[in-house]
């Protein structure tokens, strides 16, 4: 490697590390493209009281899809979900329902009807709201950008990978809605 | 992308040594400007007055922080002898007791209102909460414009069941439904039917237990599709599942209880249904569903299992198997069985139902009765469009000694449904029917215009609220 690569390798090292913490992981992206961007990700979030750690992806939509209604610990599942046109919800939609807005609200009230569930998923209005929701609530599972996690939830594995480990599956595939409520 | 990158590429171009001698340029610039703002900035000067509020303040907030801490200790001890499962999901303290985590709840809320965020799920206590309604109620009904070819047919505008689905979920665990339906009959007079009142209590995934009126668990059809025209596709209901009180063959409702739960079974996703209830009365004259006394000690059973593989989504097929004895006055009893199977796709576009079933009477001492019948329902949703189409198909013996009018009905049906908004839908549907024996349905006005007429037209309107 010659000393002008070097003298410029050293430079760009400098300069990112002088760069605030947001800003020089923005810059880092294009070196360490294999890393999810936590901005995209999304997390799923039980209680910090659950026992469980991991879930796999099958498992995870039988939950949100109301076929499996308890967990290990007897508690039972409720579901948060962020409001009407959040992309958080719009990817759980997508990837996790893989229904549309119409088809959800049908198929909720479908089995509720059918009484396969005795509550709907309840839908809070911002990600703090359903964070703290997840924090009060033993049996409730949610989701949130990864930027949005704190210490008062606990993440869950999805097929044994964090949000932050390479291919995880679950990737916010459009930017934050403008004017989301916060 | 690093603005230094982006300088990069765009020097590319530029000899070595003058790019090198660029970026030291840019990095002497932003060095300083990145390490300024890093900089402590300089203390503001304050007086000893505020210093000693300030240290008063936080003598205050510590003391407070203690009693909080006192508190939720004594909270910790009183919850450690109390199961888990009596902890609900919706009580800040206890939740807060319960969980492992150390750390204060999110900053700027408010224990009420956490509570109030929690109302669509269960309360922890038995107290009813006054200010809000223990009740969650969804309606749906539906109006249509009905036309056949019969002679002496006329063509009607029709209300159809208007429905109130009611639940109440009266704890974690137990929650209370029913469905309360106006009708109209050919007398175009209001009734009102509580077609489904149950008492459901959810122990576990493998365990849930029912008490009440309910639609009986025969095959797919008439537990997937209740009182509400809105769910199904099409604008009827299949013959063979169409309601007691309107020419239906079939013991739709029972009273009684009900188990049902998953099977652990891997991705195969196998679950049962056990059921035992009054059955349907022998009396054509009284009402069909023995809602407060059973004619007879004896008690219909249902049996029934799906699977729903993860390989598959949206598969379900399974069986049923129902029994029950009828005792007519003066006539010999009839033991009467309904093995249903079925297999059904459903996915959020496509959907194909295909259920078929075996009637067996076996009066006793006689004759055995045998009547096969099947339906098949395929269709796909186009933007708001689903057009379907469904073959339905029954064949009864001119002597069946429990429904000797039905005979031979076969034929498809095509349709469109065409969802306007979110809450409304228009279908249209036309019916071919082969008939061996016509006629209205024990002296019944056919409700099902396909039932009495080779062909028939239909346009109704659904709609949720």
Same mark, same amino acid.
């Given at each position: 490697?010659?000393?002008?690569?070097?003298?410029?390798?050293?430079?760009?090292?400098?300069?990112?590390?002088?760069?605030?913490?947001?800003?020089?992981?923005?810059?880092?992206?294009?070196?360490?493209?294999?890393?999810?961007?936590?901005?995209?990700?999304?997390?799923?979030?039980?209680?910090?009281?659950?026992?469980?750690?991991?879930?796999?992806?099958?498992?995870?939509?039988?939950?949100?899809?109301?076929?499996?209604?308890?967990?290990?610990?007897?508690h039972r599942?409720?579901?948060?979900?962020?409001?009407?046109?959040?992309?958080?919800?719009?990817?759980?939609?997508?990837?996790?329902? #893989?229904?549309?807005?119409?088809?959800?609200?049908?198929?909720?009230?479908?089995?509720?009807?059918?009484?396969?569930?005795?509550?709907?998923?309840?839908?809070?209005?911002?990600?703090?709201?359903?964070? #703290?929701?997840?924090?009060n609530a033993p049996g409730?599972?949610?989701?949130?950008?990864?930027?949005?996690?704190?210490?008062?939830?606990?993440?869950?594995?999805?097929?044994?990978?964090?949000?932050?480990? #390479?291919?995880?599956?679950?990737?916010?595939?459009?930017?934050?809605?403008?004017?989301?409520?916060? | 992308?690093?603005?230094?990158?982006?300088?990069?590429?765009?020097?590319?171009?530029?000899?070595?040594?003058?790019?090198?001698?660029? !970026?030291?340029?840019?990095?002497?610039?932003?060095?300083?400007? &990145?390490?300024?703002?890093?900089?402590?900035?300089?203390?503001?000067?304050?007086?000893?007055?505020?210093?000693?509020?300030?240290?008063?303040?936080?003598?205050?907030?510590?003391?407070?922080?203690?009693?909080?801490?006192?508190?939720?200790?004594?909270l910790?001890?009183a919850q &450690?002898?109390v199961a888990a499962t009596n902890v609900a999901p919706q009580s800040l303290s206890v939740s807060?007791a319960s969980?492992?985590?150390?750390?204060?709840?999110?900053?700027?809320?408010?224990t009420s209102?956490a509570q109030s965020?929690q109302s669509?799920t269960m309360p922890e206590s038995e107290h009813m909460d006054l200010n809000r309604?223990a009740?969650?109620?969804?309606?749906?009904?539906? !109006?249509?414009?009905?036309?056949?070819?019969?002679?002496?047919?006329?063509?009607?505008?029709?209300?159809?069941?208007?429905?109130?689905?009611?639940?109440s979920n009266l704890s974690e665990r137990i929650?209370?439904?029913?469905? +309360?339906?106006?009708?109209?009959?050919?007398?175009?007079?209001?009734?009102?039917?509580?077609?489904?009142?149950?008492?459901?209590?959810?122990?576990?995934?493998?365990?849930?237990?029912?008490?009440?009126?309910?639609?009986?668990?025969?095959?797919?059809?008439?537990?997937?599709?209740?009182?509400?025209?809105?769910?199904?596709?099409?604008?009827?209901?299949?013959?063979?599942? *169409?309601?007691?009180?309107?020419?239906?063959?079939?013991?739709?409702? +029972?009273?009684?209880?009900?188990?049902?739960?998953?099977?652990?079974?891997?991705?195969?996703?196998?679950?049962?249904?056990? *059921?035992?209830?009054?059955?349907?009365?022998?009396?054509?004259?009284?009402?069909?569903?023995?809602?407060?006394?059973?004619?007879?000690?004896?008690?219909?059973?249902?049996?029934?299992?799906?699977?729903?593989?993860?390989?598959?989504?949206?598969?379900?097929?399974? !069986?049923?198997?129902?029994?029950?004895?009828?005792?007519?006055?003066? $006539?010999?009893?009839?033991?009467?069985?309904?093995?249903?199977?079925?297999?059904?796709?459903?996915?959020?576009?496509?959907?194909?139902?295909? *259920?078929?079933?075996?009637?067996?009477?076996?009066?006793?001492?006689?004759?055995?009765?045998?009547?096969?019948?099947?339906?098949?329902?395929? $269709?796909?949703?186009?933007?708001?469009?689903?057009?379907?189409?469904?073959?339905?198909?029954?064949?009864?013996?001119?002597? *069946?000694?429990?429904?000797?009018?039905?005979?031979?009905?076969?034929?498809?049906?095509?349709? +469109?449904?065409?969802?306007?908004?979110?809450?409304?839908?228009?279908?249209?549907?036309?019916?071919?029917?082969?008939?061996?024996?016509?006629?209205?349905?024990?002296?019944?006005?056919?409700?099902?215009? &396909? +039932?009495?007429?080779?062909?028939?037209?239909?346009?109704?309107?659904?709609?949720?609220?």
């Open positions: 490697m010659g000393t002008r690569v070097r003298v410029i390798n050293l430079l760009t090292m400098v300069v990112l590390l002088a760069l605030p913490q947001e800003q020089r992981a923005q810059a880092g992206g294009s070196v360490a493209e294999s890393r999810p961007n936590p901005n995209q990700t999304l997390a799923i979030v039980v209680n910090r009281s659950n026992p469980i750690d991991n879930l796999s992806f099958s498992e995870l939509r039988k939950i949100f899809m109301g076929e499996r209604n308890h967990w290990a610990n007897g599942i409720a579901i948060a979900m962020l409001n009407y046109g959040q992309p958080e919800r719009r990817t759980v939609l997508r990837q996790v329902y #893989k229904m549309d807005e119409k088809g959800y609200e049908d198929y909720v009230l479908g089995v509720m009807f059918r009484g396969d569930v005795f509550v709907a998923p309840k839908t809070l209005t911002s990600p703090t709201i359903l964070r #703290k929701f997840v924090f409730a599972i949610g989701y949130l950008r990864s930027r949005d996690v704190d210490e008062t939830v606990k993440v869950v594995r999805i097929d044994g990978l964090r949000p932050a480990d #390479k291919g995880y599956r679950l990737q916010i595939d459009e930017p934050s809605g403008a004017g989301e409520p916060e | 992308m690093s603005p230094v990158y982006l300088l990069l590429m765009k020097t590319r171009s530029m000899p070595g040594n003058a790019r090198c001698g660029l !970026f030291l340029s840019c990095v002497l610039l932003v060095l300083p400007v &990145s390490l300024q703002s890093q900089q402590p900035q300089s203390t503001p000067s304050v007086d000893v007055g505020t210093i000693q509020e300030l240290l008063n303040r936080i003598a205050d907030l510590e003391a407070s922080q203690k009693q909080l801490r006192a508190r939720v200790d004594q910790e001890e &450690s002898g807060a969980a492992p985590v150390k750390s204060e709840p999110p900053k700027g809320e408010s209102a965020d669509g309604t009740l969650n109620i969804r309606g749906f009904g539906d !109006f249509g414009f009905y036309g056949g070819t019969q002679k002496g047919q006329t063509t009607s505008f029709s209300i159809g069941q208007t429905n109130l689905f009611i639940t929650r209370f439904l029913t469905e +309360m339906v106006f009708e109209v009959h050919e007398d175009n007079a209001f009734s009102v039917d509580l077609e489904r009142v149950l008492l459901e209590g959810s122990l576990n995934d493998h365990l849930k237990l029912s008490a009440g009126r309910y639609h009986t668990a025969i095959g797919y059809y008439n537990t997937a599709y209740h009182h509400s025209t809105w769910f199904q596709t099409a604008t009827e209901r299949p013959y063979i599942f *169409e309601y007691e009180d309107e020419g239906g063959i079939l013991p739709i409702h +029972m009273v009684g209880v009900q188990a049902t739960g998953q099977i652990p079974s891997g991705r195969l996703g196998l679950h049962y249904i056990f *059921e035992v209830g009054n059955g349907r009365t022998s009396d054509p004259f009284a009402e069909p569903v023995q809602n407060y006394v059973d004619e007879n000690g004896h008690k219909a059973m249902n049996v029934a299992a799906f699977i729903r593989p993860d390989t598959v989504p949206g598969l379900q097929a399974g !069986f049923s198997v129902y029994r029950d004895v009828r005792v007519v006055p003066n $006539s010999p009893r009839i033991d009467e069985t309904v093995a249903d199977a079925y297999a059904v796709l459903i996915r959020p576009r496509f959907e194909w139902l295909n *259920e078929a079933l075996m009637i067996r009477h076996a009066p006793e001492g006689q004759h055995i009765y045998e009547t096969p019948a099947f339906y098949s329902q395929i $269709s796909e949703r186009f933007g708001m469009y689903r057009p379907y189409l469904r073959y339905q198909y029954i064949n009864a013996s001119s002597h *069946e000694p429990v429904f000797p009018h039905v005979g031979l009905r076969t034929g498809p049906s095509i349709g +469109m449904r065409f969802d306007v908004t979110e809450s409304a839908a228009l279908k249209l549907q036309y019916d071919y029917t082969t008939l061996r024996r016509q006629g209205p349905i024990d002296g019944k006005t056919c409700v099902q215009l &396909s +039932m009495c007429a080779p062909s028939a037209v239909a346009a109704q309107v659904d709609f949720k609220f």
